[in-house]
């Protein structure tokens, strides 16, 4: 059998189980995270307004839920989440925006880059068989239509079907050390219905306020601090965020 054309079954058999086993993948990631989204959204009887938000339903029990966390530390992690945020994206920023000739490298030596300039190489050495059938002459031709299939088509196409792969939806147990905004005051036992953006979603639940700060006043449009969510009954311990609330 002809080496070109081998390579070219075997570059396109290798395409084609990525493409699916791709797709295969995305939609199971977009299952999941969709599922896990719909359970606050839906399955809690909100309502919708212009901006979009849901309220999760809310169960008060004479059972106080207990935090554990104070003001400072909860300033203190919250600090240190967006530190370590501004952190990642130091480190993830190429140095000084130069060419990094290993990046480049590298990206030609993926699995999928690699199939597919096989899949070019071998069709090209194909089609120009009889046009050049000198060795170095179709060698070369073969791989200047590699190269071109991987940069002119397939990447191109490739990097539009990645595109519609969808990332998880967050849940409400993420949003521990995120902002929660006060929509009422709260009453003398440190409760009261706060908001958290999710998604672009604004989700609202009772918050209750730490132990240790229930003789503080929480008014409307206050920022806090969430400290702990529990999802299944819609309820979060919250701190205040220092310099945002009012004393007394």
């Not at 839906?42 to 207990?66: F, K």
């Not at 940069?151 to 939806?169: C, D, E, G, H, Y």
């Not at 008014?219 to 819609?234: N, Q, T």
Request: charged share 10%; net charge negative; hydrophobic share 40%.
């Amino acid at each position: 059998m002809d080496p070109y054309f081998s390579l070219f079954l075997v570059g396109g058999a290798g395409l084609l189980v990525m493409t699916i086993l791709g797709v295969a993948g995305g939609h199971g990631h977009e299952s999941s995270g969709g599922h896990g989204h719909d359970f606050h959204l839906h399955g809690t009887g909100g309502h919708g307004h212009g901006h979009g938000h849901s309220d999760v339903a809310i169960h008060h029990t004479p059972t106080a839920h207990h935090g554990h966390t104070s003001s400072g530390h909860a300033a203190n992690g919250h600090g240190a989440h967006h530190a370590h945020h501004a952190h990642g994206r130091t480190h993830n920023e190429p140095n000084g925006g130069g060419f990094n000739l290993r990046t480049a490298v590298l990206s030609w030596l993926s699995p999928r880059v690699l199939l597919t300039v096989g899949m070019g190489v071998g069709a090209t050495g194909v089609l120009v068989a009889n046009v050049l059938p000198v060795e170095p002459l179709r060698c070369l031709a073969s791989l200047l239509g590699g190269v071109a299939l991987e940069k002119l088509i397939v990447s191109p196409l490739w990097n539009m079907l990645t595109r519609f792969a969808s990332t998880p939806a967050r849940t409400l147990e993420s949003a521990v050390l995120e902002e929660a905004t006060a929509v009422t005051g709260f009453d003398t036992s440190g409760c009261g219905l706060v908001s958290i953006n999710l998604d672009g979603h604004e989700m609202r639940l009772l918050g209750r306020l730490a132990a240790e700060h229930r003789e503080q006043r929480v008014r409307s449009g206050d920022i806090l601090i969430v400290d702990s969510v529990d999802g299944a009954r819609g309820q979060c311990v919250v701190s205040p965020l220092s310099g945002h609330l009012s004393n007394v």
